[in-house]
C-alpha cells in the first residue's frame, strides 16, 4: 500500500460551495490519519491554483490535477461554480476523460449536474441538492432521480444530496472503503448526531 | 445600518479544526447576502496572514483583527490549535480585551476551552466538544457545563458542542439576529435536515 495508496481528491473550483468540499474533507482528511488502508486525502484544481469559492473563501489546492494523477476516489462538488462547470464543455470532456480511471466518482449537491451533463449518469441511480432534482432529469431525462435519500450509491457512482449531505456522503465512503465501525468513530468525533 | 453594519468575524489560526470554521462560515456569509441587515461576515487572523488548518486545508484570511477592529460577533472555532491558544497567555489576554468590546461572543467546539481559560465562562453555562467536557470544568470549576445541549446560549456568550454542531449555533445566530423564518431559510438550503 505504501506504494500505491489509496488517494482521494476533492475538486475545488472557483464558485465551490465551501461546505461542500470542506465538509468530505474534514471527514476523510481526518478518517485518512489513523485508517490503515493510508489513503492521501488531497485537495485539488485543474490548475493548482487557490480558488475563490462561493461566499468568498480562498482556499489554496494541495496540488494539480496533473500532479494528483487519476484518483481512485474523485469527489465533486457543487455550488454556482459547478451550474456554470456543467455547462463548460472543456470541464465536461475532462470528467468523461476521468470515467474509466477514476474506479469510484462522487459528487455532493450540485456536483451531479456535472457529472449528468458529462453523460455519466444516464440510467444511473443519483440525487442532487433538493432544488435541482429538476434540473438533473431536464439535463438528462435517463437519470433515476432519488429525491429521498441524503446519499446514493449506485456502484462506481455516489451522488449526494444538498451541502451538508456531503458529510453522509462522506462517512459513508468510509464505512464502504474501510469499515462501519471507523465511519462511526469520525461521526462521533464530528458530534454528527443532530 | 450602511454606516455601521453588523459584524461577524470568524476567527482563523493554525490548528483550527476546519469544519468548526466553515460550518458557521456557510451557515452566516450566506445570511448575509439576503438579510435586510446587512451583516458583514469575515474571516479574520490575528495577523492577517493565511493558516494551515488542523488537516492541512490552507486558508487566506478576509483581513486582520486591527483592520476588522472590534466585531459585533466573534466566532471562535476550536481545533488542535484551540488547545494550544488555551495556553497562550498572549492569547488569552488579546480574547479578554475584547470582551467589553464584543457585544456577543460564540464559540464552536474546543473553542470555549479558549474562553474558559481566559476566565469568560466562570458561573456561566456552557459546552464544548463530547470528549473535552471535563477538560471544560478542568481549566475553570466555576463553569457550569451542560454536557447535553448542542447549543447554549447565556445571552453575551454562546457556546456550541463539536465541530458539526457549529452549524446548529450558526443557525441559533441567524435565528436570534434576524428571524425564525431566515435561520430555517438556510437550513433548508443546507438541506440539514438529517
Known amino acids: 500500500m505504501t506504494q500505491n495508496p489509496l488517494t482521494i481528491g476533492i475538486l475545488l473550483f472557483d464558485g465551490v460551495e465551501e461546505l461542500d468540499a470542506v465538509g468530505p474533507w474534514e471527514v476523510l482528511a481526518s478518517w485518512a490519519r489513523t485508517s490503515p488502508l493510508s489513503p492521501a486525502v488531497r485537495t485539488f484544481t ?4 487557490g480558488v475563490r ?3 468568498g473563501m480562498h482556499v489554496l489546492a494541495d496540488t494539480s ?3 494528483l494523477g487519476p ?3 474523485l469527489v465533486h462538488p457543487g455550488g454556482p461554480g459547478a451550474r456554470a462547470l456543467a455547462a463548460d464543455s ?3 470532456a475532462w470528467v468523461r476523460s476521468l ?3 477514476v474506479p469510484l466518482m462522487a459528487s455532493v449537491c450540485t456536483g451531479a449536474l456535472v457529472y449528468a451533463a458529462a453523460g455519466l449518469l444516464s440510467g444511473r441511480s443519483a440525487t442532487t441538492h433538493h432544488a435541482s432534482l429538476d434540473l438533473l432529469a431536464e439535463i438528462d431525462p435517463a437519470v433515476l432521480v432519488d429525491g429521498e435519500a441524503r446519499v446514493v450509491d449506485d456502484g462506481d457512482l455516489v451522488t449526494s444530496a444538498g451541502v451538508t449531505a456531503g458529510i453522509d456522503m462522506a462517512l459513508h465512503l468510509v464505512a464502504r472503503l474501510d469499515s462501519v465501525e471507523a465511519a462511526e468513530q469520525e461521526r462521533r468525533r464530528l458530534q454528527y448526531d443532530a
Not at 46 to 49: F, Q
Open 99 to 101: 470515467r474509466p480511471l
Open 46 to 49: 485543474r490548475d493548482g491554483l
Open 71 to 73: 484518483p481512485h476516489v
Open 90 to 92: 472543456e470541464h465536461l
Open 53 to 55: 469559492c462561493s461566499h
Open 65 to 67: 490535477a496533473e500532479d
